[in-house]
């Protein structure tokens, strides 16, 4: 099949975009918009991968045909139960699609390791061998870049080690033939595979679609990539004009350029996008963002405050200034793998803090590592079941950190830190007001003593319910949490009229009244709880 057959059979299937540029010149292929579209608007869809499966850690509690992790599994008893499925129909598809010549795999990875999982590269690896014929002309679409991956020797070997491993399982002949082609096969996997890891659920693993896989990077994208199960969406975060390129980011944007460049290594490429080339800080960023505007109808400091953030912004222009940073995060970073104790977790959390005193007294809360360690602060105290805390600091984080850090009023980080925000919620408006004093600050407990707590979750879960179809799908399980705690809310009786003022300032946040109410018995409330995190922080880490 020619590529002008396969792009065609892309624009069929994905009328959104079209496939533009040549393989392996040097500016390569990328993604092209077919029409206008607007923030929060669905690109593409993409259910129909090359190789989609869970990672290692998960593969004895997920479906490895939908990807469900929350439903009671069991395994194929061709391979020792080493492939998990929810149902019959999902061991029947994926036994059609791909386990029918992976299950003998299992078995031979039992025999000579004694284990029942491989490296996520080597099983992307066999999958593909053991379908050639039916996938080698998609495959043969994506960049490999194997020049690049040859320049690193030691990387090179491993790889090679992986493709013998490939070779072997796959019931391939070990000859140079099938090393070239496996060694082929394992660049594009490691250039072009997704990760789907998702903070929230614990959701992890391998997603290989050769379309998606042509949408290139930037660290201001206009799109970004979302995953439910077996599909991915590609949405749109920005607005993005007819033939214009489509970009999403590979890598977190929010770190420094030096440490965005670093993961960006594996690419074989330097970014050049504005914040990259410009060293543009948070601030910067989200003071040219086209979508400010949209957040009227959030949790955010207000728009004027997001288009003229904090002037100490401007000393990151100096380069003295940004070595400092650059060192304050190396010194934030810790091994993820790790398991620490809570009082190590404690430990950590109050060395970043300290470290990040530059920041701190700069008031430059939006930078990383600061906003990731205000996030662990929140996290520290649920897990000391200190909610007042909890609340007072991912209050703060909704409305000095995240809001900057990500513009789009619908992305899911953003949505996940109101939804946290709603949980804790549930725990500060219980009746019982002599156990929740025992652990509160004092400040904070006024405050809810004087707030309307409903309110406050209501409003909060309406905004969500609201965004989150824009930010993720209508599948997102954020998405059908929210609307279960929202139906409870609003089943209570005697809240008639807050419940109207709301849904209306919802569909119009600009009508006065409404506003007000939002104003009045939502933002301000919050905005205290905020304002109250800083000093909360100073005592209990300094």
């Not at 036994?95 to 999982?117: I, M, N, P």
């Not at 700069?362 to 000391?384: D, H, S």
């Amino acid at each position: 099949m020619a590529a002008s057959q396969v792009d065609q059979r892309i624009q069929e299937k994905h009328p959104g975009i079209a496939v533009h540029g040549t393989k392996g010149v040097r500016s390569g292929r990328s993604l092209r918009a077919t029409r206008d579209f607007q923030p929060g608007d669905l690109i593409a869809e993409f259910d129909n991968p090359l190789a989609a499966f869970p990672d290692a850690a998960r593969a004895s509690t997920t479906c490895h045909h939908c990807l469900d992790q929350n439903a009671k599994v069991f395994g194929c008893m061709g391979c020792e139960k080493a492939v998990k499925y929810c149902s019959s129909e999902c061991q029947r598809a994926n036994w059609k699609l791909v386990h029918s010549k992976e299950c003998k795999v299992f078995r031979k990875v039992q025999t000579a390791v004694g284990k029942d999982w491989l490296p996520t590269p080597v099983r992307t690896l066999v999958q593909l061998l053991v379908r050639w014929a039916e996938v080698q002309q998609l495959v043969s679409q994506l960049e490999g870049n194997e020049d690049r991956f040859k320049e690193r020797k030691q990387l090179w070997e491993d790889m090679k080690l992986q493709a013998y491993a490939g070779i072997h399982y796959a019931g391939r002949k070990e000859d140079d033939a099938n090393l070239f082609l496996s060694l082929d096969v394992l660049c594009k996997i490691q250039t072009n595979s997704f990760d789907r890891f998702d903070a929230d659920t614990g959701a992890s693993g391998t997603f290989l679609d050769p379309v998606l896989a042509m949408a290139n990077h930037s660290c201001v994208p206009n799109a970004v990539v979302l995953f439910w199960r077996r599909k991915a969406y590609l949405r749109a975060e920005m607005p993005i004009k007819q033939g214009s390129e489509i970009s999403i980011s590979y890598i977190d944007y929010t770190k420094p350029v030096r440490f965005r460049q670093e993961d960006l290594w594996l690419y074989h490429f330097t970014c050049k996008c504005p914040r990259c080339k410009d060293d543009l800080n948070i601030y910067e960023v989200c003071r040219d963002s086209s979508v400010v505007p949209l957040n009227d109808l959030t949790l955010s400091p207000g728009v004027e405050k997001l288009l003229y953030p904090p002037g100490e912004a401007d000393r990151f222009k100096q380069k003295s200034w940004r070595s400092k940073v650059e060192a304050i995060y190396e010194d934030c970073q810790h091994d993820r793998s790790a398991k620490p104790t809570f009082e190590e977790r404690f430990a950590m959390l109050r060395a970043n803090w300290q470290s990040c005193k530059p920041l701190v007294d700069a008031q430059l809360w939006a930078w990383q590592p600061l906003a990731q360690t205000l996030q662990g602060a929140t996290l520290y105290y649920l897990g000391m079941e200190n909610h007042t805390r909890a609340l007072s600091t991912a209050c703060f984080t909704a409305l000095h950190c995240d809001p900057y850090q990500y513009v789009a009023p619908f992305k899911t980080f953003r949505l996940t830190g109101l939804m946290l925000i709603a949980k804790i919620l549930t725990q500060t408006s219980v009746p019982d007001r002599e156990e929740l004093a025992k652990t509160a600050h004092p400040e904070i407990l006024a405050i809810l003593d004087r707030s309307d707590q409903a309110s406050m979750l209501h409003a909060i879960l309406l905004i969500v319910v609201n965004n989150a179809p824009k930010g993720h799908s209508d599948d997102w399980e954020v998405l059908h949490e929210a609307k279960t705690m929202l139906s409870g809310i609003e089943s209570i009786e005697g809240r008639e009229d807050e419940s109207m003022l709301l849904r209306r300032w919802v569909k119009n946040p600009e009508n006065h009244a409404d506003k007000a109410f939002f104003q009045e018995r939502v933002l301000r409330p919050i905005e205290s709880l905020a304002k109250v995190a800083p000093e909360i922080l100073r005592a209990d880490l300094s």
